[in-house]
């Protein structure tokens, strides 16, 4: 059991002062999580396995192509996919395929983890609804039985013709945006419980425990669940996301859609994406110190109730460099079998005759790199000389002239390309806030 001294303990780590975070014996994940994601049971085995998030590019699984090279797009359409997405989310929202474990519950399993199936599906989805296709819509209806009339909710599928945004070139780009809503929903739960263990540092006491077994979970998946709604307002707030979007207009749009089909905590954001993001995180640090979920969102105007400090939720934004820093583990699970007619993507094998050389600077900091980092730059200098524009590498030109590659989701490639000798020589390689300004790849 977490006690004080080891909420400390993880602190001091997490904040970089500490060499290793803290081992408590013999804990287990929440019964209720292991009832929704019975993976995360130390007894199961499992039929999936763990990808970490630094070594996993969502463009490089593929299936074969039954036609023997080039893509495929696979945009997944039908009333099948809907209904696969429904079935997914209607219980438990974006947790249901991403989840986080508490290291008040789990050290041994503390961090993040994403479905590989989810991303797919609500890539699918998203880069279908851009395209005008299978909006989700929910009626309210009416049926009679001899006892009388009841209500029920029926989706209906249609075209989206109030869709005036900008669509998705791609599949794979829907999918990455996707893995970006996903991993923001599920970082807003790690930044609370932080939150919780500040809390619990100054008050001396173990507070998160009871917050998540007397406030959190009955009020789920109803709108009184204030950490639920606020996880979803956080991501329709994202930059990253937005980023990620045809258009930020197009990114508040097709995350309405992705809510529609979501319990109401989840549909209940946008009371939240405006100034009472912070007037919300003050009540939730509130129910966080009393575990009082009484009439929660009545009492949101309530000054009384609320402690200013979670205005500061969530503290930190950058997953990329918590995990880079390995402050939380983040896990794509992945099937041992690929997922039946929804890869959507598979590498054009087509050749480009091209010089790839390194510079002297490149190759010492190869050497000096340990071995994870070393076979992530290996992949990506195999795949450039096989194919220079072998989609995945989204070239981007910096103002000093060099261009920058993709490695993976956190690590880019200066190189300097010259097509008039075709040759691309190998410049630096590091993650995106790492890399030095001087190349003039971000403002």
């Known amino acids: 059991m977490f006690a004080p001294e080891k909420v400390r303990a993880f602190l001091r780590w997490y904040e970089g002062d500490g060499e290793e975070p803290p081992v408590v014996p013999d804990q287990q994940p929440p019964p209720w999580l292991v009832d929704r994601h019975p993976w995360v049971d130390p007894n199961e085995e499992p039929d ?14 593929t299936t074969g192509d039954p036609d023997g090279d080039g893509y495929i797009p696979g945009p997944q359409a039908g009333d099948e996919l809907v209904d696969t997405w429904r079935g997914a989310v209607d219980q438990e929202g974006f947790d249901a395929i991403a989840w986080y474990v508490p290291f008040h519950y789990s050290t041994d399993q503390y961090g993040i983890y994403v479905t590989e199936r989810g991303v797919q599906i609500l890539g699918n989805l998203l880069f279908n609804w851009s395209h005008g296709q299978q909006k989700p819509m929910v009626a309210d209806i009416t049926f009679s039985t001899d006892d009388g009339e009841f209500p029920l909710q029926a989706d209906i599928r249609n075209a989206a013709p109030d869709y005036t945004s900008e669509s998705f070139e791609s ?7 996707a893995l970006e809503i996903l991993l923001r929903h599920e970082w807003y739960h790690h930044q609370t419980e932080l939150l919780a263990a500040y809390l619990e540092d100054f008050a001396d006491e173990m507070l998160y425990r009871d917050y998540m077994e007397e406030a959190y979970r009955p009020a789920r998946p109803g709108t009184d669940c204030l950490e639920e709604s606020l996880a979803n307002a956080y991501v329709a707030r994202s930059r990253a996301c937005m980023r990620r979007a045809p258009s930020t207009p197009a990114f508040h749009t097709l995350f309405e859609y992705s809510t529609r089909f979501q319990p109401d905590a989840y549909r209940a954001y946008d009371r939240f994406t405006g100034q009472d993001f912070r007037v919300g995180g003050r009540h939730l640090a509130h129910l966080l110190h ?34 880079s820093t390995h402050r939380i583990p983040v896990y794509v699970v992945q099937p041992w079998s690929p997922t039946p007619n929804l890869e959507y993507f598979k590498y054009v094998a087509l050749e480009t005759d091209y010089n790839i050389r390194q510079s002297d600077d490149f190759g010492k ?19 450039l000389e096989t194919n220079v524009d072998m989609p995945g590498f989204n070239w981007r030109n910096c103002r000093t002239g060099y261009q920058y590659v993709r490695i993976n989701e956190q690590m880019r490639m200066i190189v300097d390309r010259d097509d008039s000798i075709n040759e691309v020589k190998l410049v630096d390689f590091d993650t995106d806030h790492d890399l030095p300004r001087e190349y003039g790849c971000y403002n």
């Open 365 to 383: 900091k190869y050497e000096r790199a340990d071995k994870t980092i070393r076979e992530r730059v290996d992949r990506a200098v195999e795949k």
């Open 171 to 177: 599949v794979q780009a829907a999918c990455e945006l």
């Open 290 to 323: 009393t575990a009082d979920a009484t009439d929660a969102a009545a009492s949101l105007g309530d000054r009384s109730q609320q402690t200013l400090l979670g205005s500061r939720l969530p503290f930190d934004t950058s997953i990329a460099r918590a995990t």
């Open 48 to 61: 999936e396995r763990l990808v970490p998030l630094s070594e996993y590019d969502i463009k490089e699984r």
